[in-house]
């Protein structure tokens, strides 16, 4: 099937994203020669790790330096992703990277955003320090965002922190509430007036693929349809423990196993695939090498609520509707399912116990 805005999407969903990747790069680099302004980047961080940045470094098929050098926009003489300004990898230093701001500012065509990191209370970010006529002058990262926000054409936040809050948001070792306040730009745009909808594209760190893919809708005009989380449907609106687990099979046989390297059903291992909706399972990392699940658990980082709500790592999944109030059905489908097919008893059984042990304590 050849690729078009319509079947774009459709397209996406259907295939791991290193697949689409590899398989249509060259229609989307056709289709990209067609898009007729040039688009305006701005990458700013927040309170981060930067391993989102580090994360996109990884891109696979096309590679990051195709998108920075040969994958061209329109008759721009371009590339794809090419920003004006990005912190971490910028080749400029100094005034002359911090012009790049004003100039993506002022940009004539679409002014795309990407965000990384999360957003702190007042003091916690200082994103620049310089002086100014002798006088010592300090940007805080909350403003810095609020001004590319107002401007952005395209908002997209990247990676756990700048969707959820993440690991910045976490809750302390004491269980205080986290001093720095840290939260998603969804949120503190809204708090602070701008009702400009994020994109958010969470995970930790983001999925180069998804990134990318996210890009070449935003280019090709394709309107990317979000849940109720912002996210884009096409990566996370299935359930992964219901729809796309290739462990899923031993699950439904009652196949557990206890430690990383063995064959079965990661489950019992504190697996939060059966509240996590992601495509990873689908997807994969590192050019479609593996994921989480193969080497270990999945920790649930596609999820608003991460870390805190998935803690700790290692615990079953337990009271699945109570607890997390997403994907209700999805284990307990697995589980009426296995019952009604003999099968799965290992699972009813250790949630069974677990439901009387609550029982007798109460
Ligand atoms: S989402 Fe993860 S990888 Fe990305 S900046 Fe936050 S902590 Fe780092
Ligand atoms: S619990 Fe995890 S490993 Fe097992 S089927 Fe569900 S998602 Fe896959
Ligand atoms: S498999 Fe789970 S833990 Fe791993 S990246 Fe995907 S959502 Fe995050």
Redesign the pocket.
Known sequence: MKLSRRNFLKLVSAMGASAFLTTYKADLVKALEEVKDYYHLCWINGASCTGCTISFAQLGDPDLVSVLTDILVGNSGLPMALPDYMETIHPAAGTVAEDGIERWKNAKTTKILVVEGAVQDPGFCTVHRGYENGRLVEVDFRDRLLECAKVADVIIAVGQCATFGGIPAAKPWDGEPNPTNAKGVQEFLYENGINKTVINIPCCPVNPDHLIIVLSAVLLGVDIELDEHNRPKMFFGRN???EI????????RGI?VTKPGEE????K?G????I?NTDC?LRKWNNGTSYC?ETN??IGCAEPGWPDKFSPFYAE?PELPKVFGVGAET?GE?LLGATLLGIGIHAVRHLGAKKHKKEEEE
Request: proline fraction near 10%; aromatic fraction near 18%.
């Open positions: 992964m423990h219901k687990c290739p462990y899923r099979p031993y699950y439904d557990f079965g059903c990661r489950f291992m697996c939060k695939g059966p996590c399972a699940v658990i999945c999944v284990i697995g």
